[in-house]
T-cell receptor, first 113, second 115 residues
């Protein structure tokens, strides 16, 4: 079982709508949690980074939240645009091994006109 | 653009061929990485270089051979690959090789198909 589980696996929404992507993890302890966006045919691009003590971090229309008690993070996208169509990947840095990043499988988001 | 370029973008090779993937970063970073991204799997870290020295090798088969001639360039030499090696190979760089603080900047990847 992967230490970082993302849901849903894929999602289709209409342009202008909001959506929330989930990341459940068992990695403990960890030093930070990142959300990456990966467009088709491109490499991942960092959207947000939160330390274990932070609850929320925003980057434009993207807002990430972290609940360390329930070991859950979410990425909320507001007023979606066609360019938001991509894979969104949750990544945790395992504090027990400073070099080790634990990657989720990602959620594939399609924003339709 | 992220400041990390990769060539070629697509590569098709037979199992007996020898080819090389190239990565170049224009960010002045000290660390560079090779990742493998396969369908239905999380990103797999293959190699980490810090200041041109290999600091991590995650049990990668010897048919993959990395080379880091300087802090801006990274190569992945391929020989006698298997069909299961078909994947997207991503290069990344970061200021230093400390994932707890450093953001990794990825190139666009090389889509490799092994026939």
């Amino acid at each position: 079982k992967n230490q970082v589980e993302q849901s849903p696996q894929s999602l289709i929404i209409l342009e202008g709508k909001n959506c929330t992507l989930q990341c459940n993890y068992t990695v403990s302890p960890f030093s930070n949690l990142r959300w990456y966006k990966q467009d088709t045919g491109r490499g991942p691009v960092s959207l947000t980074i939160m330390t274990f003590s932070e609850n929320t971090k925003s980057n434009g229309r993207y807002t990430a939240t972290l609940d360390a008690d329930t070991k859950q993070s979410s990425l909320h996208i507001t007023a979606s645009q066609l360019s938001d169509s991509a894979s969104y990947i949750c990544v945790l840095n395992n504090a027990g091994n400073n070099r080790k990043l634990i990657w989720g499988l990602g959620t594939s988001l399609a924003v339709n006109p | 653009e992220t400041g990390v370029t990769q060539t070629p973008r697509h590569l098709v090779m037979g199992m007996t061929n020898k080819k090389s993937l190239k990565c170049e970063q224009h960010l002045g970073h000290n660390a560079m990485y090779w990742y493998k991204q396969s369908a239905k799997k999380p990103l797999e870290l293959m190699f980490v270089y810090s200041l041109e020295e290999r600091v991590e090798n995650n049990s990668v088969p010897s048919r993959f051979s990395p080379e880091c001639p300087n802090s801006s360039h990274l190569f992945l030499h391929l020989h006698t690959l298997q069909p299961e090696d078909s994947a997207l190979y991503l290069c990344a760089s970061s200021q230093d090789s400390t994932p707890s603080t450093d953001t990794q900047y990825f190139g666009p990847g090389t889509r490799l198909t092994v026939l």
